[in-house]
């Protein structure tokens, strides 16, 4: 009989203002990794947040959010998970995220829902 690993999973996305696919997916799937046994730890933040936030540095903490870096470190030096899980990280968990489990040795996952890594508009037209 074949027994099931379970695993540690860290879960990291950026919520949009208007829910849409991609917040449905994140919900879904993390609810779906724990019914199969799976231990999450959440890391999320959400697009209310940039009305708060001076445009100059929003741009600058979409291109690397220091703070997301620390507190991702920590997380992870805490928590101990066996591999991260990214979702969206655009724009305020930029891609900081990835070299803080980098630094920590944490395996990622990314899931793709759009073209955003490689185009900004994240539709891949010309």
Request: aromatic share 12%; net charge positive.
């Amino acid at each position: 009989m074949m027994t099931l690993q379970r695993n540690f999973i860290l879960i990291v996305h950026n919520y949009y203002k208007q829910t849409g696919g991609e917040d449905r997916v994140f919900t879904t799937e993390s609810a779906l990794l724990k019914s199969k046994g799976h231990y999450l730890v959440g890391y999320t933040i959400h697009n209310d947040l940039i009305q708060c936030i001076n445009p100059l540095a929003l741009a600058f903490a979409t291109i690397w959010n220091n703070a997301v870096y620390r507190e991702l470190r920590s997380l992870i030096r805490r928590d101990k998970p066996d591999v991260a899980h990214f979702h969206n990280t655009f724009p305020l968990i930029s891609p900081a995220a990835y070299y803080a489990a980098k630094a920590e040795g944490v395996p990622v996952v990314q899931t793709l829902h759009n073209y955003r890594l490689i185009c900004p508009d994240a539709l891949f037209f010309s």
